[in-house]
């Protein structure tokens, strides 16, 4: 393994100014779940815009390994030929799932009712990260599943003959949602998930287009079980949560308007534009049609550089701006005032501790912050300090700091900031065509 002075780290220039058009990489959400339903199908799944970075990549990797043939025409093209319900075939080492909790999470779901038995294991990151969380219900439907003391790896012995079960999940998490779907999908009779709160709903929508027998009934969501999937085409919309970083980038410094084309705007996940809003900034967002009631809507965002103001943000927008949280925090240290967030105990839980990470982030911008249990307190700042910022290995802390650069009075150091390919490969260039100082260090 590498010295931490060995990793890749960005050497950001204070300052700037933002201004362009351009669009983001695919999502990496529908991205995962396109790549696994295709495997479930019947027939052969055509894949547009699919995100061509580390953790989905760790997915094709693992489906591969079990005997799924995945072509790829283009960098963000994919065929996936679908081995059906029970084609998949036992791997002959440990799934590596790479830094994809998605991944592991999901494929625990779908390997839990095969005939077969399987591993899976990851990066430093995601060996700490908790699957307690879709262990559970799983075992509540049969499956047999051990883990390290709730953490991977994830050894599952496989279950054909899974119980169909009603779970109300105990936190809003679209994975353990997706997870019990996925099992569902292979038990006999009807299994019934009920959420707490909205969740990013990309695998009711695709398992819908796939054919699955799936109904919506207010918070719950039944699948019945035995019903094949057969393969379809997914035109992947870019990814909201990559274009946020550059969203907040334009409400801090945008010269002229910054239009983020094909945009992915699923009501599930853009949280963040809300907060935005409520925090003064000048967003508007132009949608495209779409195809039916399971297709993603995708929309051009123009945003113009504003006044932001901290606001106390709705417990009920947390599970819809989860991963923007990084961003939204800077754009708090950038605001005139106070900013509190409240009921985000999840976000200790993500690819880093991001409370904890974040909070440290500030500490060096001279950012007056307080860490809670559950959430951040932050007063904004006139202006940044510069200095060096540790990412801990985490995607969206290190695009998030990067964006601070704009406000920063001296140069910003990021480092750690490799795994920015697994979910937003090309995020330096873009940045810099964008207008950012961005070098590596
Ligand atoms: C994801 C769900 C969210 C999110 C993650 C992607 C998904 O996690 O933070 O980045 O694709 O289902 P939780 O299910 O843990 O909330």
Redesign the pocket.
Known sequence: MSTPAARAAWRVAPGGTIAGSFTVPGDK?IS?RALMLGALAEGDTHISGFLDGEDCLATARALGSLGVHIERPAPNEVIVHGAGMHGLVAAAAPLDMGNA??AMRLMTGVLAPQRFDSTLVGDESLMRRPMERVVVPLQMMGAHIQTHEGRPPVQIRGTPQLRAIHYSLPVA????K?AVLLAGLYAAGITRVTEPAP??DHTERMLGAFGASLRREGRSIAIDGGVPLSAARVAVPADFSSAAFFIVAACLAAERPLLLTNIGVNPTRTGLLELLRRMGADIRVHEHGVAGPDAEPAADIEVRRSLLRGITVPESLVPLS??EFPVFFVAAACAQGETLVRGAL?LRV?ESDRLAAVAAGLETLGVEHQLLTDGLWIRGAESLAGGTVDSRGDHRIAMAFAIAALRARAPLQVLDVANVATSFPGFAALARAAGLGLAAA
């Not at 998490?173 to 353990?176: C, F, G, L, T």
């Open positions: 959400s995962h909790g998605t998490s679209a994975q353990v997706s969740s990013r989860i991963d999840e993500k």
